[in-house]
């Protein structure tokens, strides 16, 4: 194994790699400490040429592979248990940047934020977005498959990848990062890595998409009674304005612990049973606001919802989001908890609630559950605490967790809209995706990775 590394360190120099325990410390723990790892070796190749012998010299060596982007993954799949762990975060070029096209090509290691930025500095959005986009990368985010709040109108991050530039798993490289809207040459490839979670290859570069920059945005919170009338107001305000680009709920108890739990954040609402947050965009001023109070207006008169605020600047759209954005910071502190991250088809959001909500009563008496997220696409953050007067090792969490699953997948739903599978949940998927789906992943699994060298112990 020695010579191994002694090869590995060669081959990528001084800067590449790390074996200090004290270096390799930052990336063996997972921001919030669930999980905590062990690697032998820390290579940090900063060219495709090099990942790919990094993963060449591993596969004949048989020794495993975990590659981790910017580590914020939130189910583990990043984090080694003796295996290498390849970072990508040195290839962190954007290579090219095509206004024609609405594309840029950017390297697995670029920050979210910087490919954000890099497309509006091109007068170009591109529309990924989400809490995390200071430090997670393009190859995490493909990787999982990202999500976040704009899903609603742009897609998940499979829907943004033109092509894909991967290191397989015995160091070839697929050299797919076409630009192209449309490539009918058989199997899209590309997808099978998107939200593989570092199973079958390493991604080292993506072709994204870029879309029009919007010229006007406005952000609103409005009261609504039950999820039922939010599904009511997010079909009129879609049909009305055409410029839903993010429709969030937070349920009554999510806003109260961030009031109670995190400093300076008021309650903007007080009283209301549940907040759409609602974030509009457009490419122009014109009519834009007039269409929104207008179907605001409507809403309100058909009972969809009750008070309405506008952000009337930035900083109010800033405060309305914060509270949005905290929620998981807020309810942390409350004791035992169990989180969930399903979707379900956006008609079955109201019987999901319902249901659930129900389920967790008579399942443990006095539970309290913080329901928030991005209900414009189906998926609910969907978190049950222990009752206040509960001792914490009297939860029953892991019995709770296997109903929220029964009632999302009885609604024909999920049990994970965006965060993935990695170490956490997965007893959890071969317990409830069909048994034939499984079947083909393990096929895939086997077809691209037969000696199990990439990230062996995720997913499957
Ligand atoms: C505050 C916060 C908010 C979040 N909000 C959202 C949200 O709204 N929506 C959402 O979808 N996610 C969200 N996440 C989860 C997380 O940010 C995403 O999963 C993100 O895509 C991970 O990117 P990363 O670069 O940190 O990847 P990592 O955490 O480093 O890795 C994630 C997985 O991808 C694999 N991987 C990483 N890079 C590569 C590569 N180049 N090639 C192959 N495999 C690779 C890893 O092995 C691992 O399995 C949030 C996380 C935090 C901390």
């Not at 390799?24 to 062990?38: D, H, N, T, V």
């Not at 206004?99 to 091109?122: F, K, T, Y």
């Not at 490839?189 to 994204?208: D, R």
Request: aromatic share 6%.
């Amino acid at each position: 194994m020695t010579e191994l590394y002694e090869r590995l360190a060669t081959r990528l120099g001084p800067k590449g790699y790390a074996t200090d325990a004290a270096d390799i410390a930052p990336y063996l723990k997972e921001w919030r400490g669930a999980f905590a790892g062990s690697t032998p070796f820390l290579a940090m190749p900063s060219s495709t040429e090099e990942t790919a012998e990094v993963v060449r010299l591993c596969a004949e060596a048989g020794v495993a592979i975990t590659p981790q982007g910017g580590n914020t993954g939130l189910v583990g799949g990043q984090i080694p248990e003796g295996e290498v762990l390849v970072s990508l975060k040195r290839m962190n070029r954007i290579r090219s940047l095509d206004a024609a096209n609405d594309s840029l090509i950017a390297e697995a290691g670029v920050v979210l934020a910087n490919v954000q930025r890099a497309a509006a500095d091109s007068d170009r959005l591109f529309p990924l977005s989400l809490a995390s986009e200071g430090s997670a990368t393009i190859g995490g985010l493909i990787s999982t498959n990202a999500g976040g709040v704009h899903v609603l109108r742009y897609g998940m991050m499979r829907d943004l990848v033109l092509g894909l530039e991967v290191v397989l798993a015995d160091g070839r490289v697929m050299p797919g990062l076409k630009a192209l809207r449309k490539d009918n040459t058989g199997y899209d490839l590309k997808q099978l890595f998107i939200g593989a979670e570092g199973t079958l290859g390493i991604v080292t570069a993506a072709s994204l998409k870029l879309f029009p920059r919007p010229r006007a945005h406005l952000v609103a919170l409005a009261a609504v009674s039950d999820a039922a009338h939010a599904l009511d107001l997010l079909h009129r305000l879609k049909a009305a304005t055409g410029a839903v680009a993010a429709f969030e709920i937070m349920n009554r108890l999510s806003v109260d612990l961030v009031v109670k739990n995190v400093a300076d954040r008021r309650d903007p609402m007080p009283g209301a049973p549940m907040m759409a947050l609602v974030e509009f965009e457009a490419a122009s001023e014109i009519g834009f606001r007039d269409a929104i109070e207008s179907a605001f207006t409507k809403a309100a008169e058909a009972g969809e919802c009750e008070n309405v605020l506008i952000a009337e600047n930035a900083g109010q759209a800033r405060d309305f989001w914060r509270i949005r954005e905290d929620i998981s910071a807020g309810h942390r502190p409350e004791g035992a908890q169990v989180n969930h991250d399903v979707s379900v088809p956006v008609s079955q959001t109201p019987p999901f609630l319902d249901r659930a909500n129900a389920a967790m009563e008579r399942a443990c008496p006095g539970v309290r559950i913080v329901a928030f997220g991005h209900k414009g696409d189906g998926n609910f953050h969907y978190s049950v605490m222990q009752p206040e007067a509960m001792s914490a090792d009297r939860f029953p969490g892991a019995a709770l967790t296997q109903t929220v699953y029964e009632v999302a997948t009885q609604l024909g739903g999920s049990i994970s809209a965006e965060h993935g599978i990695g170490v956490a949940r997965k007893s959890d998927l071969i317990r409830f995706k069909d048994a034939e789906s499984i079947t083909l992943m393990r096929a895939v699994k086997h077809a691209l990775d037969p000696n199990n060298v990439m990230n062996p112990r995720v997913l499957l």
